[in-house]
């Protein structure tokens, strides 16, 4: 019975190791969410949404809250591809708007 | 021999992918003349009751009650002071004795529904904003903000002494023109900002429908009542002021004021209008 709480105890201390985020994750996050932006930028489309979450990464980031500095990188990551997809796309399809 | 053949071979290659060039990329080609017939003819169908010169009263030309609320507000008409001032500010010498008249063709009075227009020298559009800030540059002076005060006070003056003049823009035959056109027109009914709301998602697809407690403005002579002064702003707004905010409603990252993308965008959106009357200044909610 000893064992088995032992066991159980090791268990749940590994898998709250294993999702705790930590500062390097954080930077690494946040480099390819930052990457992305820029790569929008180029294509002249960034959005006002990617920059609010990046800002609320970096201030988790600083706050030591790696968790939320991740999570909010991600996201942040996700919105920039978006935006590089709307603009990669609308190179052809602003055409179906067009008046004729 | 064999050079002459490789030319020969190479020719007649090109010569026959031309040849099957035109009809293959005829929807591609740039004609800003039926550009302007079918955006006209777009607007005037969609609204049979209005003329074309009732556009350039924007979301006031879209139904009665607004239009009273329109001709009540020119009684006292919100954007006077900054007329005003922009006539004191026009006609004040700069520090080296000349002014802003010395700058503009016919001393600036009257010329509004030029503008834009396509600089061979430089090979770009230039804006009315753009050339009063080149103006001041070349005589010494610091450059205004693009986006309110003295400029929207200047641009006021300057439309105020153009009114009733139908916009003029012309393109000239230069394939620079025709290609700063077109990206104007593609940044037009491109969808960008998260959004995904193109100008033409508004003021093309959905004008006279209200957004929030807005009613938007038809595309056609939006530019005409340039700058205008807007309740929701509790101040002037120059066009760039108007494009920045579009971008920011939208959720996309403006770009800065002037920037080629707008100053494209300003030569199509008021080519399209050509022929409507300058209203400007205007008052909008």
């Not at chain 2, 230039?126 to 005589?139: D, G, H, K, P």
């Not at chain 2, 403006?254 to 200044?281: C, T």
Request: hydrophobic fraction near 40%; charged fraction near 25%; include cysteine.
């Amino acid at each position: 019975m000893r064992a088995t709480a032992i066991v159980a105890a090791l268990l749940i201390a590994n898998a709250s190791a294993a999702f705790a985020a930590s500062e390097a994750d954080y930077q690494a996050a946040y480099a390819a969410a930052e990457a992305a932006n820029k790569e929008a930028g180029t294509l002249r489309n960034q959005w006002t949404t990617t920059a609010s979450t990046l800002a609320a990464s970096k201030k988790a980031g600083d706050a030591g809250d790696f968790d939320t500095a991740v999570a909010q990188a991600k996201e942040a990551e996700a919105l920039a591809k978006a935006s590089i997809f709307q603009a990669t796309s609308e190179k052809e399809r602003w055409k179906d708007m067009e008046i004729h | 021999m064999t050079s002459r053949l490789a030319i020969r071979a190479a020719t007649t290659l090109a010569l026959g992918v031309l040849a099957f060039t035109p009809a293959a990329r005829a929807a591609e080609t740039i004609d800003p003349v039926a550009d302007n017939a079918a955006f006209q003819k777009f607007f005037t169908d969609k609204f049979p009751k209005l003329q074309l010169k009732d556009f350039v009263n924007g979301p006031y030309s879209m139904n009665e009650d607004l239009h009273k609320q329109w001709e009540e507000k020119e009684e006292f008409p919100p954007y006077e002071f900054s007329l005003e001032d922009g006539k004191q500010m026009f006609t004040t010498p700069f520090k080296n004795g000349k002014s802003y008249a010395d700058c503009f063709p016919n001393q600036g009075i009257g010329i509004r529904q030029n503008y834009p227009y396509f600089d061979d020298k430089d090979g770009k559009v230039v804006t009315l904003e753009l050339a009063l800030n080149r103006c001041r540059e070349a005589n010494g002076e610091a450059p205004i903000s693009y986006v309110k005060d003295e400029m929207a006070a200047l641009t006021a003056y300057m439309a105020f002494t153009s009114r009733g003049k139908p916009m003029d823009i012309r393109i000239p035959n230069d394939p620079r023109a025709l290609a700063a056109y077109q990206m104007g027109k593609e940044y037009f009914y491109t969808r960008r900002g998260q959004l995904n709301f193109s100008c033409a998602t508004c003021h093309v697809q959905s004008p006279g429908q209200r957004i929030r407690a807005e009613v938007l403005a038809p595309a056609l002579g939006i530019l005409n009542a340039m700058p205008i002064y807007r309740s929701e702003w509790s101040g002037m707004g120059t066009t760039s002021r108007r494009f920045i905010t579009c971008n920011s409603q939208t959720r996309g990252v403006p770009l800065a004021p002037e920037s080629d993308e707008y100053r494209n965008l300003e030569y199509y959106l008021s080519y399209v209008s050509n022929g409507l009357p300058i209203s400007g200044p205007g008052a909008r909610p």
